[in-house]
């Protein structure tokens, strides 16, 4: 079994520079996929990479729940654990592996054959299997955590693919650290495994370092000087340490990568992976941009709750998309404006994303709109003649409290406005 150190994150980095539309969808691994197709696939690890939080781990049946939530969100791949890292692991890949159906299950494993062939048994039961295999190609992995050359990095890279092709057709290649990968040596090693059989070449930014354009600019590059490019999938895998995650990978699929790694509400070790619901949602929002995905975005507030109840770790309240804030108003100008119109403040519909609705949060900073609407909320009607005195009464309270909740607000009124309510 592994030992603790081997607790891989993958590194990548691309970027994004060209505007959309520039790439007329050139980059597919899947013979079927239409030429002209700009669908994103979307390559979740949240059971991989995102359990990999101190303190956060599944047991195979969390695993379970939490890959058929995946399969309802409609995910295209979901990586689904280590398998050499434990036995635990490898049983949570096989369940995994026998419960959905329409996901890719995959595997994640070193270039290293006892690894390869692991993961090849504990994907024997799924319908699209697809092993994960990979090293580091930086100069800092090479020399100071592999301890070789780069020569010797691109044989072990081809000799695993050339292994994992023997068991799966779906091989994908990781380029550890390719965020700080030279770029030449990139595209070497890069053409050599595709030349090996790989179907997919994931470009991870394991230290989360990579600017936007820096890493649109390295997919490019991979783009514009590796022969077979174009009958591979390019995906990236972004990690979140300089709150870069998101938009490297959007730069990423702006450069021609059509797949992206990432994980519910960002979770990973350290800084986290890229927000599945923030890269889903930029493309969803932004129109212009060409892109689709086949995810079923009312999933995503539910998925949310269950990956953070799950693994006991919670959301930010002011997370994108789904903290608890996201669609919470409070300052009384903004929420004057989304009583009379919600997209005065929201780009996005709540309900798009699974939750019921905006909230109008009542402080200290909250106007009468606010205070007047929540009112009404509560099938209350207050002569108007009273409305400065409530609203003075409800500015003391709110000074005190901080957060004015409905019980709250009853019990102001009855107190006030005593015996009428
Ligand atoms: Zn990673």
């Known amino acids: ?220 590059y991979l783009v514009d000087n590796v022969k077979g490019i174009d009958r591979v999938t390019i995906s990236t895998h972004c990690h979140n340490d300089l709150g870069l995650a998101t938009a490297n990978s959007i730069a990423g699929v702006q450069n021609g990568a059509r797949q992206i790694e990432c994980t519910i509400n960002g979770c990973g070790e350290r800084a986290g992976n890229t927000s599945l619901e923030e890269v889903v949602m930029i493309m969803r929002k932004h129109r212009w941009l060409p892109f689709t995905t086949g995810i079923q975005t009312r999933q995503l507030f539910p998925i949310s709750r269950l990956v953070s109840e799950t693994m006991g770790m919670p959301v930010q309240p002011n997370k994108a998309i789904v903290g608890a804030n996201a669609f919470a108003h409070s300052s009384g100008i903004h929420q004057d404006g989304v009583i009379k119109n919600r997209e005065n403040y929201e780009i996005i519909d709540p309900h798009e994303v699974g939750v019921d609705e905006s909230s109008i949060v009542l402080t200290a900073r909250s106007g009468r709109a606010a205070l007047n609407f929540r009112i009404e909320k509560l099938g209350v009607e207050i002569p108007d003649s009273e409305k400065d005195a409530v609203y003075a009464k409800f500015l003391e309270l709110a000074d005190r409290i901080k957060l004015v909740q409905d019980d709250d607000l009853k019990e102001l009124l009855q107190t006030h406005l005593q015996p009428s309510i």
């Open 1 to 220: 079994m592994v030992n603790s150190d081997i607790v891989i994150c993958l590194f990548f980095d691309f970027y994004i520079a060209q505007p959309a539309g520039k790439f007329p969808g050139r980059f597919y691994s899947n013979p079927t996929q239409n030429i002209m197709d700009q669908k994103v696939n979307i390559f979740d690890t949240t059971l991989r990479d995102g359990e990999q939080v101190p303190g956060c781990g599944l047991n195979k049946k969390e695993k379970v729940i939490i890959a058929k939530a995946l399969e309802k969100l409609g995910v295209d791949v979901i990586e689904a654990g280590f398998p050499i890292s434990s036995p635990g692991d490898f049983e949570s890949v096989t369940a995994i592996a026998d419960s959905v159906s329409d996901p890719t299950v995959c595997a994640l494993s070193r270039a290293v054959e006892k690894d390869i062939e692991c993961a090849a048994e504990a994907l024997t039961k799924a319908k699209k299997p697809r092993i994960h295999t990979g090293l580091g190609t930086s100069d800092q992995h090479i020399f100071t955590k592999l301890r070789s050359t780069r020569e010797k990095v691109l044989e072990r890279g081809v000799a695993a693919v050339k292994l994992a092709k023997k068991y799966v057709e779906d091989v994908e290649f990781y380029a550890e650290d390719a965020g700080r990968t030279d770029n030449e040596y990139l595209a070497t090693i890069i053409e050599a495994v595709i030349a090996a059989g790989a179907t997919v070449v994931n470009i991870p930014d394991t230290t989360g370092y990579c600017l936007p354009e820096e890493y649109g600019q390295k997919i490019k």
